[in-house]
């Protein structure tokens, strides 16, 4: 037998309500993965919680390789297909989301309304619902492979004090502007940088696409031929991969155009009052977020897991993500959660009565008599050119956009 342990070694004993609670493990990135979301769930579903925040791709190859390792999938739609062809997920019930029929149409039909633009790409109504087989597709059926949450329509951000107020009337077309010489930036993600790329190379008419959320080889040739031509010239100041990034690029002056996520303009700092965000008359490029479930959940494991997608939907997460400009599915319930300030700014387009804070609570992120760029919800929703989408040729299109971030960054070296 082994010797005794020491009584000054013994652990106290755990109590039962140690030993019950259960952990949930969530995979994502940074877009929806903020403490303030984690501490909040935990203290309303009374069970430990998790984040990992990887990169894009570093989020969607373990998702799809290592499934085991975590318990809800938190991504993007663009980034659901190779997920669930490796068989890492399983079918989500909405029979127990009971936030389900109050999610709004954008994701279950693919516009916010029978009259708005739906986009071209990977709309999530497009591979929202299971199908007989397995597949993913449009038909509305009981089971989803990832319930919708939280999303935007993002364009661009420029400086006014080098292009103006309201320049070109905001095309896409002037990223390509002879201002922009040297000042250029892009998101460094084929998934979506391609297509602010994509959008502004068919905006000054280098480039025309049958189908921009579905690109042949031939047009990827040619809409690349087309960017080096414009790294020669010298556009671009470099491909970034944070919004934290992006907030640094305008705040240094080293770019005065380029991609932006909305909570880059959250971080702006004395720089804010020049940088505008851009509402394209060509339309916006969408990106729709969503939770899925991992294949090996089962029992009490999987109760949590459904118990944290119906809290996701219930109001504070979306207020949460609100207040970094981003919108969730069920508008109705964050209204519940927002100051009135803040609904009629974040949601409604209207003028800041107060200043506002962001996600942490306590920094102010927009000013009393700000608007926000592109009006309401419902407009801005209504405007959609291009969802961020991994097309049939994206391996080909991401080899080609590596060899593109590598010739853009050297350059800066």
């Not at 989500?92 to 309304?113: E, F, M, P």
């Not at 009259?115 to 597949?135: F, M």
């Not at 060509?282 to 090996?296: F, K």
């Amino acid at each position: 037998m082994p010797a005794a342990i020491p009584k000054k070694s013994r652990k106290p004993p755990q109590s039962p309500a140690l030993i019950r609670r259960r952990t949930l493990r969530v995979l994502g990135t940074d877009i929806s993965l903020l403490e303030p979301v984690r501490a909040r769930a935990v203290a309303d579903l009374g069970f430990d919680i998790v984040f990992e925040s990887l990169d894009f791709p570093s989020c969607q190859r373990k998702a799809a390789l290592n499934p085991d390792s975590y318990d809800v999938y938190d991504q993007c739609f663009h980034n659901l297909d190779i997920v669930w062809f490796w068989g890492a997920l399983q079918p989500i019930d909405t029979g127990r989301i009971g936030t389900w029929a109050r999610i709004n149409d954008l994701a279950k039909a693919g516009g916010i309304d029978k009259y708005a633009s739906r986009g071209y790409g990977d709309a999530p109504a497009n591979k929202l619902y299971v199908q007989p087989g397995l597949s993913l597709g449009p038909e509305p059926s009981r089971w989803i492979a990832m319930l919708p949450t939280v999303h935007n329509f993002d364009s661009f951000g420029y400086d006014k004090r080098v292009f103006g107020e309201n320049a070109g009337r905001e095309s896409w077309a002037l990223l390509f502007d002879p201002r922009a010489k040297g000042k250029l930036a892009l998101v460094d993600e084929p998934a979506i940088g391609l297509f602010d790329a994509a959008l502004s190379a068919e905006a000054v008419g280098a480039v025309r696409f049958k189908d921009i959320g579905n690109m042949s080889v031939a047009e990827v040739d040619a809409l690349f031929a087309f960017l080096h031509a414009k790294c020669r010239e010298g556009f671009f100041q470099r491909c970034w991969s944070s919004a934290q990034e992006a907030a640094r690029l305008f705040r240094e002056r080293q770019v005065a155009i380029q991609s932006m996520w909305s909570p880059g303009y959250n971080v702006l700092g004395e720089a804010s009052t020049m940088i505008t965000e851009a509402a394209p008359i060509e339309g916006y490029r969408a990106w729709h977020g969503g939770l899925s479930l991992a294949r090996h959940l089962e029992g009490a494991a999987l109760d949590m897991a459904y118990a944290y997608l119906h809290w996701w939907l219930s109001g504070w997460a979306g207020a949460a993500m609100a207040r970094q400009g981003y919108y969730v599915s069920v508008p109705s319930a964050v209204q519940n959660v927002l100051s009135a300030a803040e609904w009629d700014y974040w949601y409604e387009g209207g003028e800041a009565r107060e200043d506002l804070v962001g996600a942490d609570g306590a920094t102010i992120v927009v000013r009393r008599g700000a608007r926000r760029s592109g009006g309401s919800y419902r407009e801005r929703a209504s405007r959609i050119a291009v969802w961020n989408t991994a097309m049939d040729e994206h391996n080909y299109v991401s080899r080609l956009w590596a060899r593109f971030v590598a010739e853009t960054n050297a350059r800066q070296r």
